[in-house]
């Protein structure tokens, strides 16, 4: 992982052998021309490696010197009222440079009978030329990209958005600085220039939905899947294989979260289930950044700068009605039926929960759900103590076509109590949790989806 331990020999190497504790590890020192960084490790918390986990740190503790500032010409400088962010984006530089930094040198190390520690310098002079360096190879290759990217065609849309993210990823190390370049005969400050470029084409865009109203019920999809067409505003010219997501506004749908439109620009969003109960949802079909972002590793502090990013979108309005169960319920303990049941008030709780509601009219429900279970005696089983057995089933039918989508049976299920009766209540209590336990989801799903 850090190839600066590797090429640490090649810097020159100073090791002295001190009887005494020498005065850099006294008090650490501190130099106008060089980066200092000192190293430490204690032999019995690495006692094969620890002269490899001092330099590790020697190298950590240099980079800590060096300051991270944010240009105002960066794009960053927007973010760094965000603490959180600050802070991610200097780990980001610092880590990068710990893995890529030369030319430092060995001064001295030190050890005792505990201790392992070692003095690394880096001049700063030289540090900032090779630096610079770097930072011209990397604006070299981000305008290669860009060159290449602004010669694709209309059609090559992603193609051209996905070589700017290259662009971005090879100047990512030092998004931090002016990266002030020529380009086109301009002069411009290249990260800005590229997410500017991105912006403009993503603006470019509309993305519109054949209907922008639909009915839904609680819990159920939506029959027909919501077609949108992603094309050029000024040309209606269709753009092809566009990543788009589906989301919900302060509500949860599920469904085709993210897709792409074909070569004609269109895709298909497609409703699996409506969760929440609220009458009026909104939801929302845009092209997805992040998608397009999972093609390069770009840092946090470029995501969340492209992310902000505005992206073309559509809503359409869904009017939501609530899915209505009738529960028809025989529930009996030892051949008499129950004047509190149990398997009936278990469900309607999680289907309500779900954004069921039930009604006591048969053919205004969409759903019926029919349960049948009773108890029989056993005798005794040990001493005084008495055994019950329960058997249940559930069917489930769809009202619409009158077909059964969900059938299942609970068999054998046992209870004790000190009296037959109440162990058949014993039992319709361990009936009642197993249902919801093995049997809810089978049962919710069936419902949601017909089947």
Not at 39 to 45: H, I, L, M, N
Not at 65 to 70: C, G, H, L, R
Not at 297 to 315: E, G, M, R, Y
Request: net charge neutral; aromatic share 8%; with cysteine.
């Amino acid at each position: 992982m850090f190839f600066i331990l590797a090429t640490s020999q090649s810097c020159g190497s100073i090791k002295q052998q001190h009887k005494s504790k020498p005065d850099w590890v006294k008090q650490r020192p501190t130099n106008d021309f060089f980066y200092v960084g000192i190293g430490v490790a204690a032999k019995a918390a690495n006692p094969f490696d620890f002269q490899q986990v001092a330099k590790k740190n020697a190298v950590y503790d240099l980079i800590s010197e060096i300051k991270v500032t944010v240009s105002s010409h960066s794009l960053l400088s927007q973010l760094q009222n965000d603490k959180q962010f600050s802070q991610q984006f200097e780990s980001d530089v610092k880590v990068t440079a710990a893995n890529t930094i030369e030319q430092f040198n060995v001064i001295d190390s030190w050890e005792d009978k505990d201790f392992f520690w070692i003095y690394y310098r880096l001049n700063k002079e030289e540090f900032k030329a090779i630096q610079q360096k770097k930072i011209d190879a990397a604006i070299e290759q981000a305008v290669y990209l860009l060159n290449q990217a602004e010669s694709l065609t209309k059609a090559q849309l992603m193609q051209s958005i996905r070589l700017k993210i290259k662009a971005l990823s090879a100047l990512q190390p030092y998004v931090n600085q002016d990266l002030q370049t020529v380009f086109q005969n301009r002069n411009v400050y290249i990260v800005n220039e590229l997410i500017n470029s991105i912006q403009s084409q993503l603006y470019s865009i509309e993305i519109k939905s054949k209907i922008s109203f639909s009915q839904a019920k609680v819990g159920k999809p939506i029959t027909e899947p919501f077609e949108v067409l992603a094309s050029y505003r000024n040309t209606n010219e269709p753009v092809p294989f566009l990543p788009i997501t589906m989301f919900s506004e302060q509500h949860k749908v599920e469904g085709t979260i993210l897709t792409e439109t074909d070569q004609n620009g269109i895709g298909a969003i497609a409703v699996s289930r409506i969760i929440d109960k609220a009458p009026v949802q909104t939801i929302r079909v845009a092209a997805d950044i992040k998608n397009i972002l999972k093609s390069d590793s770009l840092n946090a502090a470029l995501q969340k700068v492209l992310l902000s990013i505005d992206v073309p979108s559509t809503a359409i309005r869904l009017s939501v009605a609530p899915t209505k169960i009738f529960m028809e319920a025989d529930e009996k303990n030892l051949d008499k039926k129950l004047t509190t049941s149990f398997f009936e008030p278990a469900l309607k709780m999680e289907l309500i929960d779900e954004g069921y509601v039930f009604t006591d009219v048969k053919n205004d429900a969409d759903y019926t759900v029919m349960i049948h279970s009773n108890t029989r005696a056993e005798g005794n089983i040990w001493g005084s103590m008495k055994l019950a057995i329960l058997n249940m089933n559930i069917v489930i039918i769809d009202n619409t076509n009158k077909t059964e989508i969900y059938k299942n049976v609970l068999s054998e299920i046992k209870g004790f109590q000190l009296t037959a009766e109440n162990a058949g209540l014993d039992a319709y209590k361990t009936a009642s949790k197993l249902m919801i336990s093995t049997m809810y989801n089978s049962i919710r799903k069936g419902i949601s989806q017909g089947k």
